[in-house]
């Protein structure tokens, strides 16, 4: 009978040289467009932290000359240059997954806040995948548990788990539309004229908006809520702001 360290021990990846390899298409094409359930991951340290959080990893592909212990279903090793066809970075660390993801509905996102005492923190329409993983990764910071996004930027999309460092895997993540939360007592975040985040009554807020930097937010029955600032700032970037409302929302809750 084998010793459980050899049992654990990682097999030795498959080669594959040819760009036509099945495997190679299928991360060509969640490249291209991501599958409902799956998202592809780059960067050893991000694919550690999905590993990490519990993501399943279906496939492992290392550069000629990477090597990783993370566990996946299959670990394949590619020639450089296939591996550098895949890849969406300027500057490709050799490590790339496809990893098997959870999609909470909007109800149970709320949920998932509710549970925890937090608002559901809600991004409207927010266009930049960078600004989501961004925002990912300060929620998972700051301690909320949950985030729903209506429109904009996939959090799951590539761009966006990078930006993320992997922290959205550590969240409950949902997609829908403002529908799903019409009964529910909302906030939203706008540059000026709101009440002040500091002093304002959380009692019963169920949800807190960011809208996008050009558009702002859509749900016209949101709360106003305003980071004060110094006279002559315009306004925050998206994620900054949210950054400055979630360890607000985690000095108040705590």
Known sequence: M??????????????VLSSEN????RLRQLAKKREPGLTLIEGPRVVAEAAARGVRLELLALRKGSESSIPAERVIELAPRVFSALSQ??????VLAIGAVREFSVPEALAAARAAGWPLLVLDGV???GNVGTICRSAVAAGAPAIAVLGGADPFSAKAVRASAGAVFGLGVARGTWAELATVRGLGATPRGGADIRRLDLGGVDVLALGSEAHGLSNPRLGPVTIPMQPGAESLNVAAAAAVLLFELRRRLS
């Not at 099945?22 to 298409?25: E, G, H, L, S, Y």
């Not at 970075?89 to 050799?94: C, E, F, M, N, R």
Request: aromatic share 0%.
């Open 2 to 15: 084998p010793s459980r360290a050899s049992r654990a021990a990682p097999a030795a990846p498959e080669a």
């Open 22 to 25: 099945r495997a190679v298409k």
């Open 89 to 94: 970075t300027v500057s490709p660390q050799g």
């Open 127 to 129: 266009q930049d995948p």
